[in-house]
T-cell receptor, first 111, second 113 residues
Framework: EDQVTQSPEALRLQEGESSSLNCSYT??????LFWYRQDPGKGPEFLFT???AGEEKEKERLKATLTKKESFLHITAPKPEDSATYLC????????????FGQGTTLQVKP | DADVTQTPRNRITKTGKRIMLECSQT?????MYWYRQDPGLGLRLIYY???????NKGEISDGYSVSRQAQAKFSLSLESAIPNQTALYFC????????????FGDGTRLSIL
């Protein structure tokens, strides 16, 4: 069964303190791994798609990487506006177009 | 204007009432989805549709029904609402090409008393 586990559940950082969020996955035939950002009361906002091990994507202070078993979302010198819940999801060949989501990591960045 | 629009944004109603949540999109995507989100349970798929004539149950479809009125419109109904259907509901769309991300609306916060 396809599965996604995110850790930690919650993370508190000081402004400027870099860290990483983890997304471990088990999927038959990975066809895409997705990172989303969700602010309270809003819908998930798409950040990145990764398709194969070794691939990396960057956007401002965020960098996503992918291996055959996990993905990391690295946050460099975070700012308070980076505070949000970050969701990871996978799309596998056996899921017929459905995404499998992790529970998310809630990030709080204090000034 | 948002690409994926959900109405209403908030709704409070009573047990036993029929409720319809609506979703419309301007992205031109064929695929549309309904999710609910509960604290500690994450996003769970209720129904999904790959085109107007193709509708499928997700992992938690009991108590819900859907209608795909057009490529751009996908509605979710609760025929007889119950309190444990209180949740945040999201509509999403995606391109029909495999491996593409889903794009979400801003959700409907539904409270059933």
């Amino acid at each position: 069964e396809d599965q996604v586990t995110q850790s930690p559940e919650a993370l508190r950082l000081q402004e400027g303190e870099s860290s990483s969020l983890n997304c471990s996955y088990t999927v038959s035939g990975l066809r895409g791994l997705f990172w989303y950002r969700q602010d309270p009361g809003k819908g998930p906002e798409f950040l990145f798609t990764l398709y194969s091990a070794g691939e990396e994507k960057e956007k401002e202070r965020l960098k996503a990487t992918l291996t055959k078993k996990e993905s990391f979302l690295h946050i460099t010198a975070p700012k308070p506006e980076d505070s949000a819940t970050y969701l990871c999801a996978v799309y596998g060949s056996s899921n017929t177009g459905k995404l499998i989501f992790g529970q998310g990591t809630t990030l709080q960045v204090k000034p | 204007d948002a690409d994926v629009t959900q109405t209403p944004r908030n709704r409070i109603t009573k047990t036993g009432k029929r409720i319809m949540l609506e979703c419309s999109q301007t992205k031109g995507h064929d695929r549309m989805y309904w999710y609910r989100q509960d604290p500690g349970l994450g996003l769970r798929l209720i129904y999904y549709s790959f085109d107007v004539k193709d509708i499928n149950k997700g992992e938690i479809s009991d108590g819900y029904s859907v209608s795909r009125q057009a490529q751009a419109k996908f509605s979710l109904s609760l025929e007889s609402a119950i309190p444990n259907q209180t949740a945040l509901y999201f509509c999403a769309t995606s391109d029909s090409t495999g491996g593409k991300p889903q794009h979400f609306g801003d959700g409907t916060r539904l409270s059933i008393l």
